[in-house]
């Protein structure tokens, strides 16, 4: 016979204090009312400013940071808007803490009202941007060499090539297999370097209101049809997303080399690819040396399941020469650095094992019923 199930009574849960969820946190978390005064301050942000909350509670938050920062307008603009706001690339410095560079992420609270919470991002997205900076700037280092290699390769590779030509002509059967490779092994040099050419166009990039979701369908129908023919294509687009700042055929070279490398990287059984699209709203990059912000709204995603980066290239992976390919050269991702950087964009990537996801984060185009390329 079987036993009644015997029915327990489960204990209410225990109200959680939000200043324990809070002081938690690894990141600096400050709350600020209308009057500029500062409310809360979570253990971080006392350990960041290297002041106690006794003491900051209640001063105006201009005594924590100067009065010019750009952080007391992305407040304001939080409280105005009535919703979340970010801003990466913002330079925090006073005597007392140093120079940071960060992102600050400004958001509304809901009870009580005209309050909002400020987060310092220092070591997450920031970081991560501030990389990517340094990788950019390593793409735009291999100029002098490309041009130099342009003279003092491609001239002498020709000739090499010739000559092996010529004696072709006058070897035995079994000769011409050197030759052979002394021709292919000159061409393949020289289309190294003309990969590397690219990266001396300084010519200014002409750009257009683009549907990047036409984009990304071309670039799809390419894989699919090719290097990616036995992948799995998920599609997560926001139908209502406006056109893209940008240049056609080099964000379609962008999205191409990253979906190639995601196919790659995925298993033989069971691989996918999620491309996706989405708004972020109250996102901008800080343009170093200058006050002006680039509103960088639209987001592009790939994503595979495939085993990860490896930790020891993740630092680096911008960089020019770095690969985890056999006989890859290291130039594909430091040149989609350079074109999104051209294009005033940030890309930025996570990846742990069965998950890496490249995002892309790009500019609108300032009118949005302008004439929309690839629509």
Do not use: W
């Not at 970081?127 to 340094?134: A, C, E, F, V, Y």
């Amino acid at each position: 016979m079987t036993k009644p199930a015997t029915l327990t009574r489960r204990r209410p849960q225990e109200e959680i204090d939000p200043a324990v969820v809070l002081n938690a946190l690894p990141d600096p978390v400050l709350v600020v009312d209308r009057a500029g005064a500062v409310q809360f301050v979570n253990l971080e942000a006392e350990e960041f400013f290297d002041v106690s909350s006794a003491r900051v509670v209640g001063t105006p938050l201009t005594d924590l940071i100067p009065a010019d920062s750009p952080i007391l307008g992305l407040i304001e603009q939080a409280r105005e808007t009535h919703g979340s706001v970010s801003e990466y690339g913002v330079t925090l410095e006073t005597p007392r803490i140093g120079a940071h560079f960060m992102t600050v992420q400004a958001a509304p609270a809901s009870d009580p009202p005209d309050l909002v919470v400020l987060t310092l991002h220092q070591r997450s997205i920031a970081r991560k941007i501030d990389n990517q900076l340094s990788h950019r700037g390593a793409a735009r280092s291999v100029i002098a060499m490309a041009a130099m290699l342009a003279h003092e390769v491609k001239n002498p590779l020709s000739g090499i090539r010739g000559a092996a030509q010529l004696l072709e002509e006058s070897v035995v059967e079994e000769d011409r297999l050197l030759t052979r490779l002394i021709c292919d092994e000159a061409d393949r040099i020289v289309a190294l370097v003309d990969r590397m050419e690219v990266f001396a166009d300084r010519r200014p990039l002409q750009k257009a209101a683009i549907n990047i979701h036409s984009v990304l369908e071309h670039v799809r129908r390419i894989a699919q049809n090719g290097f990616a023919r036995h992948i799995r294509f998920v599609e997560r687009y926001d139908p209502s997303l406006p056109p893209v700042l940008g240049n056609r055929d080099q964000l379609i070279q962008v999205l191409l080399n990253l979906v190639k490398n995601a196919a790659e990287a995925c298993p033989e059984q069971g691989g996918e690819i999620v491309l996706s699209t989405a708004y972020q709203h109250g996102v901008r990059l800080a343009v170093a040396g200058s006050d002006s912000r680039v509103h960088l709204p639209l987001l592009v995603s790939v994503q595979d399941n495939g085993d990860g980066i490896p930790e020891d290239i993740q630092a680096n992976l911008f960089d020019p020469f770095v690969t985890t390919k056999l006989n890859g050269t290291g130039l594909g991702l430091a040149l989609v650095a350079k074109i999104v950087g051209d294009h005033g964009g940030v890309i930025e990537f996570e990846s742990v094992p069965r998950r890496t996801v490249f995002k892309v984060s790009l500019p609108m185009a300032a009118d949005a019923g302008a004439l929309v390329e690839g629509a």
